[in-house]
């Protein structure tokens, strides 16, 4: 195999097959679609989710696990747009981890539970 001056053996797919967390080669056609193994996978999202937690209070972290709990958000686009119910069921709205058109994310003095739902269930797919 010929390979220009100063030009490296490895190739593209030798780096593109490398877990995103640990480095190591990834077999499987699953975990080289996500870019982790199974056991990296499961680590990365359990700090990420760590962080999206230590970044909200608790009483908002706690109304958007009931939330999601409850299945009152789903999908609109991909997993970046939901579809989100009202505390008390009589009224939906649409969030993204960045807004939300509830009054509380029109508003825009804190960050409503609808938008740290969005956050955990982005995560999660």
């Not at 696990?65 to 686009?77: H, M, N, T």
């Amino acid at each position: 195999m010929w390979h220009k001056v100063g030009s490296s053996p490895r190739t593209t797919e030798d780096t593109m097959t490398r877990c995103r967390y640990c480095n190591r080669k990834l077999r499987s056609a699953r975990s080289i679609a996500l870019g982790y193994g199974p056991t990296c996978r499961a680590k990365a999202l359990k700090e990420a989710r760590a962080r999206v937690i230590a970044q909200h209070r608790p009483t908002t972290v706690d109304k958007a696990e009931l939330l999601i709990a409850d299945g009152g958000i789903v999908p609109l686009r991909g997993n970046r747009v939901w579809r989100v119910v009202s505390t008390d069921g009589t009224a939906t709205y649409k969030t993204h981890a960045a807004a939300c058109t509830c009054p509380a994310g029109v508003r825009g003095r804190a960050t409503c539970y609808h938008r740290v739902a969005a956050e955990l269930m982005a995560l999660a797919a």
